[in-house]
């Protein structure tokens, strides 16, 4: 390790040691926060003046010269929000109110189609986050769920996803209410394409409503049962070994 690189380490930890520090005025905490809970997007941008109370950072408070990110345009702002990964847009969206618009913005043509893989290596709150920002503005969502999250993950999509018209879950085990809770939340499905080892009647029931729904692919595996025929709006379904054959 250089020792400048040392030195600033020993600062870091420095930082670490005090429960507040004074900036320009402003006092600021310093504390960890668990997993799940991590800055909530309504107040990222809170600071501590010295008489302790909590002041609202606004884009008109933050001096808008040539050295502030906030004198740049929207084009600008979404050009560096494109530049950035997944999980660095959602620090970015995080940051005040303007770069969530801008962020949400951008999701509109950017994650209108949503690979759930490139989530993969982000914590649970960042998840969170990044439903909330851009969750309105997804209609096709593919990948896999990990069965870790599967009820933290589908509550993000039941609250922030009410648009989306095709689901693609690979490998993704999930219990018959939960299942129920997703389908209702998404009244506009037109395509649904699941792999499930255990698929039974209760998930049938659960799509009973989904007027919509044009295509739908069901893959089992060892514990496939189900009724031979079944009806799903205007869906008529023969089961054939493991899988649905759809017949309109």
Not at 141 to 163: K, L
Not at 175 to 182: G, R
Not at 227 to 244: C, D, P, T, V
Request: hydrophobic share 40%.
């Amino acid at each position: 390790m250089l020792l400048n690189d040392f030195y600033l380490l020993v600062c870091f930890l420095r930082v670490l040691r005090k429960k507040f520090h004074t900036v320009n005025g402003f006092r600021l905490p310093v504390f960890p926060i668990d997993n799940w809970n991590q800055p909530a997007a309504n107040n990222a941008c809170c600071c501590w003046p010295s008489n302790g109370k909590s002041n609202k950072t606004t884009d008109i408070a933050m001096p808008l010269n040539g050295s502030n990110m906030l004198s740049l345009n929207d084009d600008c702002l979404e050009i560096i929000c494109a530049s950035l990964n997944l999980r660095d847009q959602v620090r970015f969206a995080n940051v005040c109110e303007r770069f969530r618009e801008v962020f949400t913005m951008f999701s509109k043509r950017e994650y209108k189609t949503f690979q759930l893989e490139l989530m993969r290596e982000m914590a649970l709150w960042e998840k969170r986050d990044f439903f909330r920002h851009a969750g309105s503005n997804i209609e096709h969502i593919i990948g896999e769920i990990s069965c870790e999250v599967t009820e933290r993950m589908v509550q993000c999509i039941v609250v922030h996803c009410p648009n989306v018209k095709k689901l693609c879950l690979d490998n993704t085990a999930m219990m018959p209410d939960c299942f129920t809770t997703l389908m209702w939340s998404m009244p506009k499905l037109e395509e649904l394409t699941w792999s499930e080892l255990n698929y039974v009647d209760e998930y049938t029931k659960s799509m009973a409503h989904l007027n919509k729904l044009r295509s739908l692919s069901i893959c089992g595996g060892y514990d496939f049962r189900g009724k031979k025929r079944i009806q799903i709006g205007h869906l008529f379904l023969i089961k054939e070994k493991k899988k649905y054959i759809v017949l309109f």
